[in-house]
Each structure stands twice: as structure tokens, then as C-alpha cells.
């Protein structure tokens, strides 16, 4: 197998391509929606994805972050030659996509302040961290990972999502839903502010910032608006009681679905809550089986 090459094809499906479920409820929200700009909107979303699957072309001038989950079998390894190809293949990707330019050049000052303007190439964005999901757990998407399991997760985040995100604790006082509906009303306020939506937010709740990111990361890879729980259904819900729409415009479909990821808690009167409003070409998400 050709690594680099399958790894450079999953980086440019990821941001070229649209899920079955996420064409789904596209489709659905226009069955529904009655705001003619809002109707509108979506249409005009709809006609991206097929422009950008059929040239594959991406989806959105703002090509994004790169961020990976190894999901690993108690029967298969991780070599470092492995993190390397997918370090190299990730590069590979971003050039021949084209990616947007991104990468800050300079020392760490230099970085902070983009003083030294980009690198051209696209490739020299660096993907952040590996995360490796190698054990079932306690979270809210428990998968069985059969021993000779070895699935590399490819997602693209882009930037206004991230400013727009929020990690930070919330009392639970011993009830789900003041947990619940306060991640709830951060997003609320976060689409507001977006303008690309409709959204698929994403919540991880964890024990640290770290988990509740983790979390919400593979509920972006592990979820599906064809099969969302009641916890996600209800999140839905409450965000599209909200009204802004499409684009802002108003309507029935400020969100097409949401993803809650809730992991393992500890014995605390806080719960560290992660909220990420992803604009409407997100999730961006490949995956590579060796």
C-alpha cells in the first residue's frame, strides 16, 4: 500500500466530500424549512458540496487545522515510522489539494505575533497532536475496537469554529440538565456569532480540558445524524428553537444535528464542559483502514 498517497487522498476527501448523513439532513432541513431565505441559503450550501465533490475542489477557503485519532487494536502497533508517514502524508495532502497557506514563520515570538509572514506551502501547516483511542471506555460513543483494528481519523478544523469554541468548568449541582442546557446556552450565543451555519455542534464533558476535548473530538469522528441519542436530539432541538437560520437568516435550521460526547466523571461538584460550533462545512472527516 502507497501510505502517503492513501493518506493524501484522505485529506483531500475530507475536505472535498459530504457524509451520507450530513447530505440527509441537508436534504431534510429543506423538506421542512418555509423561510425563503433561509430555503435560499441552503440550497446554496447543497450546490457547494456537489461543485466541491465533483471538482474535488475544497469545500471552504479556509482549509483548516489538521488534527488526527489513531484508533488502535490490542493486536496491531503504532510504529514511529508510522507517525512519520502520517506526518508526511498530511503535508502531502495539504499541496496537492491546495490547501490554503497557513503556517507562521519564525521562532515562538514571531509565531504569536505573524510577524514573519507564511510559508507558501501548504504542506508546511503542522497537524496537531496524535490521539490514540485504543480501549473501549466509558463515553457516550463506547465502541467494541476488535483486536486487529487499525483506523487512522483525519479531521480538518477551521478557524472560526475554534474562536467561537469554549472549554470551562460548569456545577453541576447534581443535575444533567443545568449541565446540559448551560453548554447549550454557550452555543447558542457562539452561533449568533458565526455566520456560517447551519451548524453540527460538538460537546465533550470530561473530568479535565483535556478530556472534554478529546471527547469532543471523537464525537466529530465517531458521530451520526442518522443516529443521534436523545441527548443529542434534544440539543438539536433547543438550538433550532433559537431562529437564526441559515446564514443567519432566520428559519428552521440553525443546526442540522449535534454531536455529546460524556466520558468518564469524578467525584466533584464541577463538570469540565467543551463546546465547538462547526460552520457549515464541517464536519470534515476521513478515515484510512490499513
Known amino acids: 500500500m502507497d501510505i502517503l498517497g492513501e493518506i493524501s487522498k484522505s485529506i483531500i476527501d475530507a475536505s472535498t466530500a459530504l457524509s451520507s448523513d450530513k447530505l440527509n439532513a441537508l436534504t431534510k432541513a429543506l423538506e421542512i424549512e418555509d423561510n425563503e431565505n433561509a ?17 474535488e475542489f475544497p469545500l471552504c477557503d479556509d482549509t483548516g487545522i489538521p488534527h488526527v485519532i489513531v484508533e488502535i487494536g490490542s493486536e496491531r502497533e503504532i510504529s514511529g515510522e508510522l507517525l512519520n508517514q502520517i506526518h508526511e502524508g498530511i503535508a502531502l495532502g495539504l499541496d496537492n489539494l491546495p490547501a490554503r497557506p497557513m503556517a507562521v514563520k519564525g521562532d515562538e ?16 501547516l503542522k497537524p496537531a497532536s496524535v490521539l490514540i483511542d485504543s480501549r473501549n471506555d466509558e463515553s457516550s460513543y463506547k465502541r467494541d475496537i476488535s483486536s486487529d483494528t487499525l483506523n487512522i481519523h483525519f479531521i480538518l478544523e477551521g478557524g472560526g469554529p475554534e474562536i467561537r469554541a469554549r472549554t470551562y468548568r460548569v456545577y453541576h449541582k447534581r443535575s444533567f440538565s443545568n449541565v446540559i442546557d448551560t453548554a447549550i446556552d ?12 447551519p451548524s453540527i455542534p460538538s460537546i465533550g464533558i470530561g473530568r479535565t480540558h483535556y478530556e472534554a ?24 432541538d433547543k438550538l433550532n428553537e433559537t431562529g437564526i437560520g441559515p446564514l443567519g437568516f432566520g428559519g428552521k435550521t440553525t443546526v442540522l444535528g449535534s454531536f455529546v460526547n460524556i466520558g468518564t466523571q469524578r467525584a ?15 464536519p470534515r472527516v476521513a478515515t484510512l483502514k490499513l
Do not use: H
Not at 186 to 197: E, K, N, V
Not at 213 to 236: P, R, T, W
Not at 268 to 282: H, K, L, N, Y
Open 109 to 124: 515570538i514571531q509565531r504569536i505575533e505573524q510577524s514573519e509572514g507564511l510559508f507558501e506551502k501548504p504542506g508546511m
Open 186 to 197: 454557550w452555543l447558542s450565543d457562539s452561533l449568533r456569532l458565526l455566520g456560517c451555519t
Open 213 to 236: 476535548n478529546a471527547l469532543l473530538l471523537k464525537s466529530i469522528v465517531y458521530g451520526n445524524l442518522d443516529d443521534m441519542s436523545e441527548v443529542e436530539i434534544y440539543v438539536k
Open 268 to 282: 466533584s461538584g464541577v463538570r469540565i464542559v467543551a463546546v465547538r460550533p462547526s460552520c457549515f462545512v464541517e
Open 39 to 55: 430555503r435560499w441559503a441552503l440550497t446554496q450550501i447543497l450546490d457547494n458540496y456537489k461543485v466541491a465533490s465533483k471538482t
